[in-house]
């Protein structure tokens, strides 16, 4: 099973304006995010794993990791292609960094993509979850 990785969404305010400014960042050149370290397990994410997003203290979109590289001033770049896939919310504390997520402890996806007008807001989605509903 593969592993990925969790992040939070930080200043995107839905999965639609996430959608977008990943897209503007990939206009630019390749998307990457960069961290301090490279991941000890990172073998086991490359080209198999996703970054899931957190918003709103929910998982609620993934991006596929594509592989590992170098970045400026030392730091480790983590490859990510460009489409955001809509995942089923879970619930899921903020956090620093990064944070590993076992492949059989992650959310199905939805169907459909990120700029979807039909999808439901991640929130409404958590709550009919709760409620069974979903």
């Known amino acids: 099973m593969p592993l990925h990785l969790t992040k939070v969404a930080f ?9 977008e400014r990943l897209l503007a960042r990939a206009a630019d050149g390749p998307l990457f995010l960069t961290t301090r370290y490279l991941p000890k397990r990172h073998a086991e994410i490359a080209g198999l794993g996703s970054l899931f997003w957190i918003l709103k203290h929910q998982l609620i979109a993934r991006s596929p990791i594509t592989g590992f590289g170098e970045a400026e ?23 620093q960094g990064w944070r590993y997520l076992e492949g ?5 996806d939805l169907v459909g993509d990120a700029t979807d007008s039909d999808q439901m807001p991640a929130m409404l989605m958590s ?3 709760a409620l069974a509903l979903l």
């Open 11 to 19: 200043g995107a305010t839905g999965t639609d304006h996430l959608a």
């Open 73 to 95: 001033a030392g730091k480790v770049a983590i490859l990510l292609d460009p489409q955001l896939i809509l995942v089923s919310a879970m619930p899921k504390r903020a956090h």
């Open 104 to 108: 059989g402890d992650a959310p199905a």
């Open 127 to 129: 709550k009919l979850t």
